[in-house]
């Protein structure tokens, strides 16, 4: 028998009641977005590869589909994350000298998933904000994350907080650029993310001085934000540039506390997760039955310089398809169950009906319906001469 018709791995179809589910939440979304002032933008679903990579690093090379466009001969790229766009777009289409705040939602398709259960085909979300280098925009963008995960009906959110700016002041304050150059940066991050005290001290054998005593006492400064705060100014350089992104982390942990109950806020200055596409404060979302954040974002002011124009920008983005597994909400609508019958009056009643908002489906002549997305729990009947509707029998 043919297999033809089986997708790929980690490739799936979306049913109708999760299809509902993602479609209500992507409604939402932008709906709040845009009562934050933020712009909806659609950026293509492929580009030349080399608008599309601009300014993000390696990683994102790795989990881009590569193409040939038939028409110029040219390689192109499947985009597998829209925050690049956004940035082109924010860069050359807008070229606004002010704030701008922009919103965006689509699927994105990567090479490999990025976890066993995960899709290579995600319904990316986001929002960013172009323009404002204070620390204003974090907590905007950083409100508007918190404010999407809980539209999903998520609770116990816990906020991790990071900041690219400090590894940057340390890895600047090594003693000389040639010992710098020796080090495997790449392994140096990934010890630093692993907590691996021993590679760590192994990569930084020989090197002696402040920062050096500062990357390795990363790994434990991880916790609850006033006490970590507190053991990071003793353990590491008095330089202005971790001074500030300190206050940052306290100011953003504060924000983040004070959005309510069922939110609460960490520091883990080693995970330096996006830290070649960061500036500046780094925060991912956790909930209860995920490993991984629900939610990334934070600051990433380079991103325009690639693309020709230096400009501030912050943004969080997150997976609807994910987000809509984890939704306890139920998606399923409940709707009315009419005959099919071509009398006037039931035709009018039918249009009432739809047009205050009511879902009403005709029954086909002969056949069952089977629905997922809706429950019928009432039907149209002629009453007395009135169609009228009313509780469906069980």
Request: charged share 25%.
């Amino acid at each position: 028998m043919s297999k033809s018709w089986l997708l790929p791995e980690s490739i799936a179809d979306i049913l109708p009641s999760e299809a509902r589910k993602i479609e209500e939440l992507r409604r939402g979304l932008l709906d709040d977005f845009r009562s934050y002032g933020y712009e909806l933008v659609m950026p293509p679903l492929l580009e030349y590869l080399e608008s599309l990579l601009t300014g993000t690093g390696h990683d994102l090379s790795l989990r881009t589909f590569k193409l040939i466009d038939q028409l110029s001969g040219r390689t192109m790229g499947l985009r597998a994350d829209i925050t690049p766009q956004v940035a082109r777009i924010d860069a050359h289409l807008l070229n606004r000298s002010g704030v701008t705040r922009l919103c965006y939602s689509g699927s994105v398709l990567h090479t490999r998933a990025a976890g066993f259960h995960s899709t290579r085909e995600p319904i990316q979300a986001g929002a960013e904000i172009y323009g404002h280098a204070g620390i204003e925009a974090d907590i905007e963008i950083q409100e508007l994350m918190l404010a999407a995960l809980r539209r999903a009906g998520l609770a116990d959110i816990r906020v991790d907080l990071c900041h690219a700016g400090i590894l940057e002041a340390l890895l600047a304050g090594l003693p000389n650029s040639e010992n710098i150059e020796n080090i495997d940066q790449e392994a140096l991050f990934a010890a630093l993310e692993a907590k691996e005290q021993t590679a760590l001290d192994g990569l930084l054998r020989g090197l002696s001085g402040p920062s050096v005593d500062g990357l390795r006492a990363l790994p434990a400064l991880y916790g609850e934000p006033a006490e970590v705060l507190v053991r990071a100014a003793k353990a590491l350089p008095a330089a202005p540039a971790i001074a500030k992104a300190l206050d940052e982390l306290a100011t953003l942990a504060k924000a983040a506390e004070a959005a309510g109950q069922g939110v609460s806020a960490s520091l883990d200055l080693s995970d330096l997760r996006g830290y070649h596409y960061h500036s500046g404060v780094m925060f991912a979302a956790y909930v209860a039955g995920l490993p991984n954040a629900v939610a990334r974002g934070g600051r990433y002011d380079r991103v325009g310089q690639a693309f020709g124009r230096a400009r501030p920008a912050t943004g969080f983005s997150l997976d609807l398809r994910e987000l809509a597994g984890l939704s306890p909400i139920e998606a399923r609508t409940t709707a009315i169950l009419a005959p099919w019958d071509q009398d006037l009056e039931l035709v009018k009643k039918i249009k009432e009906l739809r047009q205050s908002g009511e879902v009403v489906i005709q029954s086909l002549p002969g056949n069952q319906h089977d629905l997922d997305e809706f429950s019928c729990d009432r039907m149209l009947t002629l009453r007395d001469g009135q169609w009228t509707v009313v509780p469906r029998p069980a």
